[in-house]
């Protein structure tokens, strides 16, 4: 099958690229580099820098002609989303209609959306948390990926459009970007290894569900040849705590840092885990890498990246 992926340069959609060539899937490229990096790039995917709402769009569409659409590319900072929510809003919500409305032109078979457990659940009172507890995001990137599901709701019932929202938890992995608005087990890891100081927002006691990247592309492989529609959690189940995430990877890069402890993340939520009972019951798909097997796998990508010697004093091989 020949699949657009967007934002393919990016740490999730890399991954995924991986993932559909390993399967025997033709992969297109779409990714404007502003977050993506080209060294992410595997070598047999076509690749178009461009950006979603470029008027470019249809043509590339007409000329490549794809069976099916990934759709990852997307403004992904809940703190930018809050200072600029109409830029939040014009990647999220309009260029991911641009992309659907291009999609249903071209004949598109397929089309599967990178959307988000924690931001549209909040601070539920179920956890872990089903696709049908009530979505009432309180952040600007949260009710904008809300309105990209609703949109691939409203293109499936007017166009036939077959689609699939895949609802991330906490992902995480090689080539995530320890930089920004990033994720802790980037930005742990990076830190640790570089000597530099790694402190945990709060008393580190708030959760997580934390999914490796790896089977992300999984479950994007399998919705891809799923015929299902709707809106999948794609998580572990099970909450880990930010202290023990820092102690495991503090093990694991062979840091002797100390554990630190800063002021709470105004408005941070305490809970955050997601129940994929349903993309396991529907499209066979569940987690099959610890949380320690994981950890040990970024880890090694971030001690390689930065060229921590693996022999060095104090740390593990």
Known sequence: MKVLLTGGAGFIGSHIADRLLSAGHEVVILDDLITGHVEHLPPRARFYQMDLQSPWLEELLKIEQPQAVIHQAAQASVRRSVDDPVFDAGVNVLGTVAL??????????????????????????????PEDYPTLPVSPYGASKLAAEVYLRTFHAVHGLSYAALRYANVYGPRQDPHGEAGVVAIFSRRLLSGESARI?????????????????????????????????VGTGIETDINAVFQLLRRLTGSSQAE???????????????????????????????????????ARYFREAQGVPATAPGRPA
């Open 100 to 129: 659907l409305q291009a999609s249903v032109r071209h004949d598109v078979r397929r089309f599967l959306f990178a959307s988000t457990g924690g931001a549209l659940y909040g601070d539920a009172e179920v956890t872990p948390t």
């Open 201 to 233: 927002n709060g008393d580190g006691k708030q959760t997580r569900d934390f999914v490796y990247v790896g089977d992300v592309a999984e479950a994007n492989v399998r919705a891809l040849e799923s015929d299902a529609i709707g809106s999948f959690n």
């Open 260 to 298: 630190m402890h800063g002021p709470p993340l105004p408005g941070e939520q305490r809970r955050s885990v997601v129940d994929a009972r349903k993309i396991e019951r529907v499209m066979g798909w569940r987690p099959t890498t610890s949380l320690e097997t994981g950890l040990t796998a970024t």
